[in-house]
């Protein structure tokens, strides 16, 4: 009795949900199944070599900064050159403000950043009015919470030609209010990839993979990105880039002339 109840329920649900709905928990059930590909995939990474760097590739030190990216399913390098001297982007990210309000952030997203830009922000907010990035991403958790502040102070993002957004940093770039990219904006999305040393258990693993998942896909829906441009990352491996071509940017409304202010706030 109680199955049939069960399953009469969950029939009518089906029936009377919309196509929005349907396609929102279909969604969500994908980022739960790619996120055990993660673990999968950490594990392989982490245990293929006693040298192997168990470390984000684009963190200082780990592995080339552009990897080979999978474009149509074939390796590649990035699309167009890169302007800025690697060792730059390599170091910790800096801020610098420069004319018509344009306040550069060039380098790697260490932990602890959020923290440095938020007192960028109070400091000389009022002067911001776009932030340039050009950085080969880093810690997850500070473009979080770096995007957030640029959402709640209503500032726009941009990316030059010849510039770098890769990794955590699309994160960082979704915040704009105003979101652009010149025609060699070099942007590219690849998996969550374990930042430390220590070997997780495979139940904390796949815990700690599901949680980040969760966060950074609220985030993204917060900041108004399609869930497709996520679902890239999660198909690419760790140590390769899915460049997003720009018809994809504008798919996935990472470049958008306009958007709303965050609805709910990003834990």
């Known amino acids: 009795m109680r199955l049939e109840t ?29 996120a055990v590909f993660v673990v999968i995939d950490w594990h392989e990474i982490s245990s293929a070599s006693p040298n192997s760097p168990a470390s984000d590739p684009l963190t200082p030190g780990a592995l080339p900064m552009l990897p080979p990216a999978l474009t149509q399913g074939k ?52 002067y911001v009015k776009t932030v340039a990035l050009d950085s080969p991403g880093g810690s997850i958790g500070d473009a979080i919470a770096i995007s957030t502040v640029i959402r709640e102070r209503k500032i726009a993002t941009s990316v030059a030609s010849g510039a770098l957004c890769v990794s955590s940093c699309p994160i960082v770039m979704a915040g704009g209010v105003v979101r652009t990219a010149d025609k060699d904006a070099v942007i590219g999305v690849h998996q969550v990839f374990n930042a430390t040393r220590e070997k997780l258990s495979p139940d904390l693993a796949m815990s700690e993979a ?50 709303g202010v965050v609805s709910r706030k990003t834990k």
Do not use: C
């Open 6 to 34: 069960a399953g009469q329920r969950l029939k009518d649900y089906v029936l009377s949900a919309d196509d929005g709905t349907l396609m929102r928990h279909a969604f969500h059930a994908l980022l739960a199944a790619a």
């Open 75 to 126: 390796p590649q390098n990035a699309p167009v050159e890169i302007t800025a001297d690697p060792e730059v982007l390599m170091r910790p990210i800096r801020f610098e403000l420069r004319a018509d309000g344009v306040l550069l952030a060039q380098g790697t997203i260490e932990p602890g950043a959020a923290a440095r830009f938020d007192a960028e922000i109070r400091a000389r907010g009022e």
């Open 210 to 259: 599901q949680r980040t998942t969760a966060d950074i896909t609220r985030h993204l829906d917060d900041m108004g990105i399609k869930p497709d441009l996520w679902i890239h990352a999660m198909e690419t491996p760790p140590d390769r880039l899915y460049y997003l071509s720009p018809d994809e940017m504008k798919e996935f409304a990472l470049v958008a002339p306009a958007v």
